[in-house]
């Protein structure tokens, strides 16, 4: 029988969230996951199978708990940059992946009520995001 697991699985889900929106899926590795989420390496891949399925988790969370319930004021949120990373970084190697940003893409379309809305808004996000990590680097 197995030890009861030590950590809050949510907890360490939006945790990744973060880690990924800050650093995207290429510039972590298992080892910054184990680090800076505080799980040992054996339960990451006992609960979450690999960096990847972590990711998808992570990916899915903010997807559902920073996204949707931001999309009334989504411009001046940052709730959209791990599904801007995920489409950048991701999708294009990755099905499951671009199904999950298709899938949040089309939500925030009807939302919106259009692609072109949608397109605005993920441009005003890009161009904030390179405003504010060009101030927070220069």
């Given at each position: 029988m197995g030890r009861p697991r030590a950590f809050d699985e949510t907890?360490?889900?939006?945790?990744?969230?973060?880690?990924?929106?800050?650093?995207?899926?290429?510039?972590?590795?298992?080892?910054?996951?184990?680090?800076?989420l505080g799980v040992h390496r054996n339960s990451l891949?006992?609960?979450f199978g690999s960096k990847r399925g972590l990711y998808l988790?992570?990916?899915?969370?903010?997807?559902?708990?920073?996204?949707?319930?931001?999309?009334p004021a989504v411009e001046s949120e940052p709730a959209l940059d791990l599904l801007i990373l995920a489409a950048a970084d991701r999708a294009?190697?990755?099905?499951?992946?671009?199904?999950?940003?298709?899938?949040?893409?089309a939500e925030i379309d009807a939302a919106t009520g259009s692609s072109a809305t949608t397109d605005a808004l993920l441009g005003r996000?890009?161009?904030?995001?390179a405003t504010t990590e060009?101030?927070?680097h220069g």
């Open positions: 907890d360490v889900v939006r945790a990744a969230a973060d880690l990924f929106t800050r650093r995207a899926y290429d510039g972590i590795s298992v080892d910054d996951l184990v680090t800076g891949y006992q609960v988790r992570a990916l899915r969370w903010a997807v559902a708990e920073r996204i949707r319930p931001a999309l294009g190697e990755d099905p499951e992946v671009a199904a999950e940003v298709a899938a949040a893409l996000r890009l161009r904030a995001r060009g101030d927070q």
